[in-house]
């Protein structure tokens, strides 16, 4: 009764209750950015020197657009979603190899909404804004009405599609006023726009109002507040600008440095008409504009500038060096060069290790997680046994061959000084030593030791000229324990 009394509050409260959750929010980022930028006291504006927009100038539109345009920008976004979303994605209750209800249907709504490519737009979305949401497109909505209604768990709830939306497409319209419940300062209701096609205006947009728990709510790098999360770009956005600069700049200067242009020196005795001078500017216009690629006129002498053209690399090597301590992505994955020997040893562990994170602190908590459990709670997926699922994920990158085969030449090694050293075999059993020492998986170290045991040991034949010498030296032995065991008994009867 409570959740309903909620919602049914009127307009008005509504959005005093908005205007009350955003305003401490709103306040403190205000008072932040208005003293970015800031030196001497406020004496000097250094980011209106350097032409930097001030941070309440900032919103998702100049990030978005950022994406849209800026290279570099666009591979901060998208190149850590790829790679931590890259391969098989499963979703199991048990170990058993027969399927549960569970695990069948996700496999079919899975394969049906195209789940993946969902999550990963969601995740772009979320990156680019302070967040991004899942619309459920479930089908109890027979109206546009429907959707402001919150889902109610009951047979035959079918999930017919999902939709990412970024934050200027999902706005929050409402929060939870309620300080007794659960989900205080929270967003109760959303507007959504959509565009539809129209047969006489081409496209109809309009606002639908939707219930929260038709939506998944998705944020990253959350602070103090839990609604909004931090853009990915916001950090490094003057880097953005100074890239932009050096890059652009770069190219203006090859753009005209690399044809600087001529000089003419008049000779003092020529003496030009007016005529000569308006030929001589439709010349240099023709030139200009690459319709002329000679010069010709008289009583002038033309001499080419020298070309003014330096190298950036520098500069852009310093941008880049920064925005990857930022953004925690490593210089050669930023710059496309994450494969080959252009990569180093280091830079292939620093971004396994980033990607490896990022699965385990945003995609499977933020993003997979809350979609699954929704479903279960809404009655879209049966609940497991236990209400326990597990998330496997792909392994992130496959060896080379090189890597095998540098790392078949350690474990031989390693083998071979273990099969040689008796103390090492009775201090560690075999299966341990693939374990820890070789990294063998369980399956593997199974089918060794199954290999091991069911190899036939055949010893070659004795020869004619070995059995002599077995005898002789059995012969040796009986006379020498004959001739003890007298010496022995002497001694004893002494």
Sequence with gaps: MEKKRTIQTNNSSAKSGQLLQVFSELTNRLAMASQMGFQYQGGRDVYQALGYPQQSSLGYNQYYGK?????????????????????????????????????????????????????????????????SVILLGLNDVKSNADFAQPVRKSTGLKLIYAKPLGQATATIDKFDENVTSERYGLPVLYKVKTSIPDTLNGVKQMDITVHYTRIIHLVEDVLENEVFG??????????????????????????????????????????????????????????????????????????????QIADPSAHVEVQMQMISAVTGIPKRILTGSERGELSSAQDKQEWVSYVASRREE????????????????????????????????????????????????????????????????????????????????????????????????????????????LRGEEEKKDKKVRGDGELRYGRTAL
């Design 67 to 131: 994406y849209l345009r800026q290279d570099m920008a666009k591979a901060i976004i998208d190149r850590p979603v790829k790679a931590s979303w890259k391969g098989d994605l499963s979703v199991i209750e048990s170990i058993s190899p027969d399927e549960t209800p569970f695990e069948k249907e996700w496999i079919s709504l899975s394969d049906k909404l195209k789940l993946k490519s969902v999550f990963i737009r969601a995740d772009k979305l979320t990156g680019i804004g302070e967040y």
């Design 230 to 307: 931090t853009p990915r770009l916001q950090a490094v956005y003057n880097r953005l600008m100074d890239l932009e600069k050096i890059v652009g700049g770069d190219a203006e200067m090859f753009w005209r440095g690399a044809r600087p242009g001529y000089t003419g020196k008049l000779d003092p005795d020529f003496q030009i008409t007016t005529k000569g001078m308006e030929d001589l500017q439709d010349q240099i216009d023709e030139f200009e504009h690459n319709m002329r690629r000679i010069l010709i006129n008289e009583g002038i002498d033309y001499k080419a500038l020298e070309q």
């Design 362 to 469: 945003q995609n499977e908590p933020m993003i997979l997680r809350p979609f699954i459990d929704r479903c279960i709670e809404i009655g879209v997926l049966p609940t497991p046994k236990d209400k326990k699922y597990t998330v496997i994920w792909d392994k992130l990158f496959s060896l080379s061959d090189m890597d095998k085969v540098n790392m078949g030449k350690v474990r031989a090694t390693a083998l071979k000084e273990y099969s040689m050293n008796p103390v090492a075999q009775e201090l560690m059993p075999f299966n341990l030593f693939c374990e820890f020492f070789l990294n063998m998986d369980h399956t593997q170290i199974d089918r060794t030791m199954e290999e091991n045991n069911n190899t036939v040991k055949v010893e070659a034949p004795v020869t004619e000229e070995e059995k002599v010498t």
